[in-house]
Nanobody, 119 residues
Framework: QVQLVESGGGSVQAGGSLRLSCAASGRTLSSYVMGWFRQAPGKEREFVAALNWAGTYADSVKGRFTISRDNAKNMVYLQMNSLKPEDTAVYYC???????????????WGQGTQVTVSS
């Protein structure tokens, strides 16, 4: 079992930056692919980024977001730069056995953290 807790969300103006953190407990992160998804109101949860030995990104965030991990601290991060209003969503940290972009591939989820970007 893996427990995930996100933090770092908040409100920011367009063009600003935020850094999301995800603290894991229960098992070492090095065994898992770590990912971030997001869900905007009225929309399905969508893939943002995932990381095993290299990062994979949704086209909508490529070049602006960076996923990283610190296995020693059991932490995963999402650095978000050049934020846009369309990035507004609840962001979820997730862990799974293989890198895929669909939600079904990830058995472990955090509770989410709200990111709001104003224009």
């Amino acid at each position: 079992q893996v427990q995930l807790v996100e933090s770092g969300g908040g409100s920011v103006q367009a063009g600003g930056s935020l850094r999301l953190s995800c603290a894991a407990s229960g098992r070492t992160l090095s065994s898992y692919v770590m990912g971030w998804f997001r869900q905007a109101p009225g929309k399905e949860r969508e893939f943002v980024a995932a990381l095993n030995w290299a990062g994979t990104y949704a086209d909508s965030v490529k070049g602006r977001f960076t996923i990283s991990r610190d296995n020693a601290k059991n932490m995963v991060y999402l650095q978000m730069n050049s934020l846009k209003p369309e990035d507004t969503a609840v962001y979820y940290c997730t862990a799974g056995p293989r890198l895929r972009t669909d939600t079904n591939a990830y058995p472990y989820w955090g509770q989410g953290t709200q990111v709001t970007v104003s224009s």
